[in-house]
Nanobody, 116 residues
């Protein structure tokens, strides 16, 4: 079982930036899909960003132009760069990876809080 550990969350003012990291316990070279999800208080878990084949990326409309998903296979790490943060971005963010088109491995989450 691949272990994923998210980090980089914290408290930031609206308009600020954070970079989340998702470190894997082993090589992610064979992980074809990667994604970030988030869950705000009292709400359902929401898909935020995804990457297929290490190239194609997609984002939920609310974060397009502000968030960027990337990966560094040499460091066994997936990233989520978050810019121009808004209070509505406040949530626990989860990293997910999979070998094919579904997500087999999930992290424990990291809290992101954006103040107005």
């Amino acid at each position: 079982q691949v272990q994923l550990v998210e980090s980089g969350g914290g408290l930031v003012q609206a308009g600020g930036s954070l970079r989340l990291s998702c470190a894997a316990s082993e090589s992610i070279f064979g992980m074809n899909v990667a994604a970030w999800y988030r869950q705000a208080p009292g709400k359902q878990c929401e898909w935020v960003a995804g990457m297929i084949g290490g190239r194609t990326t997609n984002y939920v409309d609310s974060v397009k132009g502000r968030f960027t998903i990337s990966r560094d296979n040499a460091k066994n790490t997936v990233y989520l760069q978050m810019d121009s943060l808004k209070p509505e971005d406040t949530a626990v963010y989860y990293c997910a990876l999979g070998r094919n088109s579904w997500y087999e491995y999930w992290g424990q989450g990291t809290q992101v809080t954006v103040s107005s």
